[in-house]
């Protein structure tokens, strides 16, 4: 079993930055794919990066695609999401899953465990 709960969500202003992470406890955190994906109010979850659990290759959706990066660090047992440039399209609350020797899929169906998500605002 594995708990995440994700942190460092907020209001922002447009063209600002936050950091989201993602505490994991339990099972080995270096053998799990780190997904995070948003879901906005009346719509459905979108994925949005993912780092595959060697942390070899990293994956985004185009619409974050050059501001927003993904990473880990195995030895506090957390994932990260750094998000730059931010725009009012991406509000939304924010949600980290781990998948067990994942490749970093865009789909929630490859992932194990979710977190119970951040809120992230982004005024205009």
């Known amino acids: 079993q594995v708990q995440l709960v994700e942190s460092g969500g907020g209001l922002v202003q447009a063209g600002g930055s936050l950091r989201l992470s993602c505490a994991a406890s339990?099972?080995?955190?270096?053998?799990?794919?780190i997904g995070w994906f948003r879901q906005a109010p009346g719509q459905e979850r979108v994925f949005v990066s993912a780092i595959n659990w060697i942390g070899t290759s990293t994956y985004y959706a185009d619409s974050v695609k050059g501001r927003f990066t993904i990473s880990t660090d195995n030895a506090k047992n957390t994932g990260y999401l750094q998000m730059n440039n931010l725009k009012p399209e991406d509000t939304a609350v924010y949600y980290c899953?781990?998948?067990?020797?994942?490749?970093?899929?865009?789909?929630?169906?490859?992932?194990?465990?979710w977190g119970q998500g951040t809120q992230v605002t982004v005024s205009s």
């Open positions: 339990g099972r080995t955190f270096s053998s799990y794919a």
């Open positions: 899953a781990a998948g067990l020797y994942g490749l970093g899929s865009p789909s929630y169906q490859g992932y194990d465990y």
